[in-house]
């Protein structure tokens, strides 16, 4: 019996580990992702942390291994949200572009208001908002979501006109506005939904025709209720579900078309349950316009034979064509011709900020010769969700630069053509680098006298030092040059370009700057200034820091370049003057962390009132922006009026009136009166927190004229 027993429990014990085994592997491969957990921390607080999102958490969990309500998985990725119906009141939090894997995301028939967020999954196969309170415009960002193929955003609050945004919805088959107050005509990329079956715009107040529709493969197509004017396409007419009723469409037979384009009919509004016309009516109609046809093709015909093509049509042409839109980020800058125009001198890479830095052991390069690596300037660790003071962790720092032979350089370069300049700073000039796989980088030629008397290592020092500089909102170094006297900094590309760009030398359409996403480039900017000087052991002093160093990625997320080079600021003063820098900076030596933080006051500023720092065409008064706008930023009426113009009004006063006092604190003359950047950081988060909506009602940027001289990496 004894060894029986003793079997048993042997085998019971084996059987309990190997339970406990498959329990840990189950928990361990069910663990979530952690930028997934962090956006759906942040959604969970904006929603007012609701009772009725079991297993969710504000902070930390493991959405899917604990099954949290609405939350389905694929591995360790969240691939679906689906939370319809549950009276959820807030908003959608600032974090969702982090949901990379997310194919479907419904929110519909709850209680949320405020903005539609400018992140949304980027990923994503279907949306539904429908049935809630958001106001606002349709977020830009789903202009870059090419695999989407159902967006509901009916019964909202929607308004304004629809941007020119859907280019690149090849995919998109349902798309439903529906009961919102939209106006304004009708988007032509709205010719681009080639598979789009389904249009739902009935009770908004969209004007105009809707011969934009003609080309689509629609089979339920709903208009009413609007305040459309025209005629009805006649290829619309043998839809299945049409209804086209409450609008004011035009009476009497449509004009002809040009020769060689189908002939559009009119057509009476049509309600559900509505018949056709007969057949005998259709005939008839058939013959008149067929006449009417005829008619107007020996007429053209005449007229080409009497004279050559109107050069104002041409010129009309040439026109519509310039104004070409082109949606926001998605814009392959592939085409030489480009590289003369110069449009995208300050862009680098687009930074995926879920993703952790591959920084590797910089390998000695023959032609320089370099050195082990010093210490790493960085040796704290660093969370960019958390915002208390953090522990002085130390942790190994390895890096990643790969070295770049000058040959290649030149070659992707065209041997640094000025057809490939893109900008110049004070450091040196900045050339595009184009490869045969499609690949682009930033290339900096430092200016050799920065380099002289600096010491042969003192290069390689510079970039092992920037290559350990690892923040989500920091531009990212991936190689150096350092042969026959030339050194170069090779950067990967951000193809929207710079702050500067955006604030001051974007068209009104394609480049929006919302409110929402200017506190969000505020504070991203914030966290990569307060890494510099709060983390990074020792503190590192970026010394120049301004509008056209900030980059922005495909998601508007801000990157600040130009980090680890104050060496070469110390011996130039190219960046004095320009407007950013704080009254004891007489000299470069001069910069100190507060410094910094003053410079930063001044692109808040800039986000603020839309104006360049020094602006030589403003009356002198108006001509330094911080001596126009400091002493005002107290005064309620006058901020009112320095507020941006481009936002129309649509941001909430007392967003506005906080923001206005973090940029008093970080422009105080004196130095130690000027808050450290966590406070700083602090400030921002508790600005949003406390109005989580942000109330802004569109998406607007800016018009101006481009400069080409105050870029820097």
């Known amino acids: 019996m004894f060894p029986n027993s003793q079997t048993g429990l042997s085998t019971g014990l084996f059987g309990i ?40 958490k504000s902070s930390g969990g493991d959405p899917c291994g604990d099954s949290w309500e609405g939350i389905k998985c694929s591995g360790s990725s969240v691939t679906e949200i689906k939370l319809s119906g549950l ?34 999954p980027p990923n994503a196969h279907r949306i539904d908002l429908s049935k809630n309170s958001f106001s606002g415009m349709v977020p830009y960002s789903i202009s870059q979501m090419s695999d989407l193929e159902r967006l509901n955003l009916g019964n909202n609050q929607l308004n304004n006109q629809l941007n020119d945004m859907f280019g690149q919805l090849k995919k998109l088959t349902v798309l439903d506005l529906s009961y919102n107050s939209f106006s304004g005509n009708l988007p032509q990329s709205f010719k681009s939904l080639s598979s789009l079956k389904k249009l739902h715009l009935q009770n908004n107040q969209f004007s105009g025709p809707i011969d934009v529709l003609a080309s689509l493969p629609l089979n339920d197509l709903n208009v009413k209720n609007n305040k459309f004017t025209g005629w009805i396409p006649q290829e619309l007419e043998d839809i299945d579900n049409l209804e086209t009723g409450g609008n004011s469409w035009s009476d009497g037979p449509a004009p002809p078309p040009p020769p060689g384009t189908p ?11 509505e018949k056709k016309s007969s057949t005998s009516g259709v005939a008839v109609a058939g013959i008149g316009i067929g006449i009417l046809v005829v008619l107007a093709a020996l007429v053209a015909l005449l007229a080409r034979k009497s004279k050559t093509p109107s050069s104002h049509y041409l010129e009309d042409e040439r026109f519509s064509q310039s104004r070409t839109f082109t ?49 790493p300037p960085c040796s704290k660790s660093f969370s960019d969700n958390e915002f208390a003071n953090r522990p002085n962790v130390k942790r190994s720092v390895s890096f990643h630069a790969v070295a770049y032979s000058l040959a290649d350089l030149q070659a992707a370069t065209g041997n640094f053509a000025t057809g490939r300049l893109l900008g110049e700073g004070s450091v040196g000039r900045v050339y595009r680098a184009k490869y045969a796989d499609g690949k682009v980088l930033a290339v900096k030629k430092i200016d050799s006298s920065l380099i ?16 350990k500089l690892q923040h989500q909102n920091l531009a990212d170094l991936v190689g150096y ?6 050194n170069m900094l090779v950067y990967e590309y951000f193809r929207n370009g710079s702050l500067h760009k955006y604030l001051h030398l974007s068209d009104g359409f394609s480049n929006p700057l919302t409110w929402n996403t200017r506190v969000k480039i505020a504070l991203g900017t914030a966290r990569a200034v307060e890494y510099l000087h709060e983390v990074c052991s020792p503190p590192s002093i970026h010394k120049n820091i301004k509008s056209s160093n900030i980059l922005l990625d495909s998601e508007l997320n801000p990157h600040l370049s130009g980090c680890g080079l104050a060496t070469f600021h110390q011996r130039t003063s190219q960046n004095l003057g320009a407007g950013y820098n704080a009254p004891e900076c007489t000299m470069p030596s001069a910069y100190t962390l507060k410094s910094d933080v003053y410079s930063f006051g001044v692109v808040m500023l800039e986000l603020l009132t839309g104006r360049m720092p020094y602006d030589s065409k403003k009356s002198r008064p108006e001509q330094c922006l911080v001596r126009w706008a400091f002493p005002q930023l107290h005064d309620i009426d006058a901020l009112e009026k320095m507020v941006d113009p481009a ?53 607007f940027s800016l018009n101006s004229s481009w400069h080409t001289d105050d870029f820097d990496y």
């Open 327 to 375: 949606p926001l980020a998605s814009q392959e800058l592939s085409n030489d011709r480009r590289d003369d125009v110069r449009m995208d001198f300050r862009d680098l890479r687009s930074f995926d900020s879920s993703s952790s830095l591959d920084i590797k052991s910089l390998q000695k390069s023959p032609s320089i010769g370099m050195k082990p690596p010093p210490p």
């Open 452 to 467: 002289q008397g600096l010491g042969a290592d003192k290069f390689s020092e510079i970039v092992m030092n920037i290559s």
């Open 481 to 486: 040059c350092s042969e026959q006297g030339q």
């Open 647 to 699: 936002l129309r009004g649509l941001y909430p006063p007392k967003s506005i009136s906080r923001f206005a006092d973090i940029i008093a604190q970080c422009l105080q003359s004196e130095p130690e009166f000027r808050p450290p950047m966590s406070e700083v950081v602090q400030s921002l988060v508790r600005l949003i927190q406390s109005s989580p909506s942000m109330n802004g009602r569109g998406d």
């Open 87 to 120: 009276g959820l009141t807030g908003t959608m939090g600032y974090q969702l572009s982090s949901l990379t894997s997310v194919t479907n995301f419904d929110l519909s028939n709850n209680n949320l208001k405020g903005d539609i967020p400018y992140q949304l």
């Open 17 to 56: 580990f190997l339970i406990s085994i498959s329990i840990l592997v189950i928990h361990v491969h069910s663990k979530t992702n952690s930028p997934d957990v962090s956006a759906l921390n942040s959604l969970y607080s904006s929603l007012n942390s609701p009772s009725q999102l079991s297993g969710w």
């Open 263 to 273: 002939p559009i009919s009119k057509s009476e509004g049509k309600s559900k349950g």
